[in-house]
């Protein structure tokens, strides 16, 4: 059994190749669950840390906690009993992923997954791209996004993802070094891709 891991960019369908992956291989699913779990073990609101991962506004309240009561903060950020610290939030998210990547047979979605495990044996690592089109006609169609609406939030969703990269990996953190594939989902089916990336972890292992 392998580890896989998919990195990708907003709208370009890596959920849904993530878990048809997994259905394939038999493989645990590990998306949604490993924020909650970062968020459980730092004591905040998936909210706050939802807010942490998506803004780089998002760093002034951990400024402001050096400054202002707990109590003022809880008011601003809401019921949590701190606000996340980067330096925190990087060692933690990192033991998780390394924890579950031990276990063996799991298909892991972003959360910067890709760069933890860069040294890992055993571990195939995927960047998922796609074209502005692509992706403008995903969030419509999956998201409700309106068209008039659809390109600010991929713009929005690309600046946000590329300062949360940048934060927890540094600088190369999208080098093609760093994954075995890159896919286009413009140019290939979600089942070809499927198939493309199980021909990889077939072929190394």
Known sequence: MAVIVVSRSFASGG????????RRLDYHYVDKS????????????????ESFEQSREYRISNLFAN???????????????TVVEESEYHDRLQSLIVGVAKEDGAVIIGRAAHYFLRDMNNCYRFRLIAPMEYRKKYVVEKLGVTPSQAQRVLERKDRNQA?????????????????????NMGEV?????????????????
């Open 163 to 183: 300062w949360f990269h940048r934060s927890v990996c540094g600088e190369d953190y999208d080098s093609p070094l760093l994954f075995h594939l890159t896919v």
């Open 67 to 81: 400054v202002f009561s707990k109590k003022y903060i809880q008011r601003i950020v809401g019921y949590d009993k």
């Open 189 to 205: 089916s979600l089942e070809k891709a499927v198939g493309i990336v199980l021909s990889v972890v077939n072929r190394g292992s």
């Open 15 to 22: 959920r849904e190749l993530g878990r048809l992956l997994a």
């Open 34 to 49: 490993l924020f909650q779990k970062v968020a459980q073990d730092l004591h905040v609101s998936e909210g706050t840390l």
